[in-house]
């Protein structure tokens, strides 16, 4: 794991000045204490870090809860009614883990992941706009697009319009001059700047344009503009901090629905993620998918025993990570480190980074997951693999993640239908003469329920006094149904004098009287009857 500690130290900065906004917004968007979102951060890094068997994904509180979190809280009776449905979820994610349910990542599509990669990248782009400008009105880590402020996605960028900081603003746009002239020149000049991240740079940057310019009117920035992170007195006041559970509450069937919804969406998230970041793994690892499911459940419980929130695998934080040359878990696990640390040490110079420079942080993410030449690529592999991908995108930026997913798997599953349909069998006419038609028909190597409509269609077309050839020789599964529909097709084919040869690994049988009986022989049982 420390093999590559030169690669994953910087990392693990540059995915600690990402989580840190993400943490705290995520946690004042779900109505929760600020303190639980770092909670789970840090849990999320160190603990899920070490039990995971993803070399690159990072954990933390995920977005795409905040909304079940928000109504939870209120509809429980507390936040500490909440955390006992926290400690639950776990437990039941655990349980998906040894039940295997993890398997569920393998069937997703994948331009269904590539759209929901790029769905993401452009709701960060969007979502940081307001936060470049100054304009702080929505929190950090509200993905959604109807905001917990009122607004949406887009009203809250014309709303910039009107109020932008002259000061944020200024620092934003050094701060990403710099990490583009990091990324695109300086990186590939000497190993310091590799060793130096350019998000380390802004941020430092960041600090000393607050200190210099503290109490300006026009060019300084106000507190309002700045991360927020609470400031503990002493030992007593970081203790009270934490939240524990009321465990009275667990007879409640209200917190056993709420675990049960955290726990399935939660799962899912985690298994999106985990199968998006190994494809953006540039050395291609595979991550056990049960295992993963058993770090969040046990993340997960500990996160709500200590007045923590929910945790997923999160992409934005994970891509993050590889885009700033993460390469083992090392980097996921000092992110948590620098979490903890940050909030022992250093809360008061952490409350001197302005959003904004972060927002410029964000940006160069979102743009690495959202390049237009993706959108090139994904038309020109045919428009099978471009709808789901664009009905993705379109959902996760104009509702959320998961609809977005929904939405996009449903496309793909239509696709797949029609696929099928289309692939279901060949059909070819041999010879047309006065006597009648001669026709072939070959089935497919699999042939499905799903394919009725099209067999049916075809059998159907098939003009009276034909001679029909069947020819099922190479297909290793023929469906019940489509047996029961050439079943039904042989009575009616005696009335309009259509002469069947069926031919099979179990022979060749001319009109079989019993389709059913016929696929019940076993293989190679030759019957050649003319």
Not at 49 to 62: E, K, N, T
Not at 108 to 127: A, C, D, H
Not at 343 to 368: D, E, H, Q, T, W
Not at 516 to 521: A, S, T, V
Request: one cysteine or more; hydrophobic letters at 50%.
């Amino acid at each position: 794991m420390f093999k590559y500690i030169k690669n994953d130290l910087p990392a693990s900065i540059v995915v600690f000045f990402v989580a840190l906004p993400l943490c705290l917004g995520i946690a004042l968007a779900s109505g929760a204490p600020l303190f639980s979102g770092l909670i789970a951060g840090i849990i999320g890094g160190i603990v899920v870090g070490a039990l995971s068997g993803s070399q690159i994904g990072v954990s933390g509180p995920a977005a795409g809860l905040a909304a079940i979190v928000l109504t939870a809280i209120g509809t429980l009776g507390g936040y500490q009614n909440f955390l006992v449905a926290v400690v639950i979820a776990g437990l039941i994610q655990i349980l998906f883990g040894v039940l295997r349910a993890g398997v569920i990542a393998y069937y997703f599509p994948s331009s269904v992941i590539k759209g929901m990669l790029t769905g993401i990248g452009i709701i960060i782009i969007l979502k940081q706009i307001p936060h470049f400008f100054g304009y702080d009105a929505d929190p950090e880590g509200d993905w959604a697009f109807f905001q917990v402020d009122g607004e949406n996605t887009f009203s809250e960028i014309v709303n910039t319009i009107n109020s932008i900081s002259p000061g944020a603003s200024l620092i934003a746009i050094i701060a990403l001059a710099i990490l583009i002239l990091w990324n695109q020149v300086l990186s590939k000049k000497a190993k310091i700047f590799e060793l130096v991240q350019g998000p380390l740079v802004a941020v430092v940057l960041g600090i000393l344009y607050y200190a210099f310019t503290k109490g300006e009117a026009i060019w300084g920035i106000a507190d309002e503009h700045l991360v927020k992170v609470p400031v503990p007195e002493g030992f007593e006041s970081f203790i009270g901090l934490f939240s524990f559970p009321n465990f009275s509450a667990i007879t409640n069937t209200e917190i056993w629905i709420t675990a049960f919804t955290m726990a399935l969406v939660a799962s899912l998230e985690t298994l999106l993620c985990v199968e998006a970041t190994d494809k953006l793994d540039p050395l291609k690892r595979v991550t056990p998918a049960n295992r993963e499911l058993l770090a969040q459940g046990i993340g997960n419980s500990l996160s709500g025993l200590i007045g923590g929130l929910p945790i997923t695998q999160v992409i934005v934080r994970s891509s993050a990570n590889i885009q700033s040359g993460g390469r083992t878990k090392l980097s996921a696990i000092l992110h948590g480190f620098l979490l903890l640390a940050s909030v022992l040490i250093i809360p008061r110079l952490l409350n001197m980074i302005p959003l904004s420079v972060l927002a410029a942080i964000l940006f160069i993410v979102g743009y690495k997951l959202a390049k237009p030449s993706l959108f090139k690529t994904m038309f020109k592999a045919g428009w099978k693999q471009f709808i789901p991908f664009i009905v993705t995108v379109v959902g996760i930026v104009f509702a959320d993640l998961l609809v977005g997913i929904t939405l996009g798997l449903g496309v793909g599953i239509i696709v797949i239908l029609i696929k099928s349909y289309q692939n279901s069998h060949f059909l070819h006419i041999q010879e047309k003469g006065n006597d009648g038609h001669r026709i072939k028909m070959t089935l497919a190597e699999e042939v499905t329920f799903f394919n009725k409509g099209a067999i049916l269609k075809e059998l159907d077309r098939i003009p009276e006094n034909s001679y029909l050839e069947l020819d099922v020789a190479n297909t290793k599964y023929l469906d019940n149904d489509i047996i029961e529909i050439l079943q039904d097709f042989g009575s009616k084919a005696k009335n309009r004098n259509i002469h069947i040869k069926l031919i099979s690994e179990r022979g060749i049988e001319d009109n079989p009287e019993d389709y059913i009986q016929f696929f019940k022989k076993p293989k190679n049982q030759h019957n050649n009857s003319k």
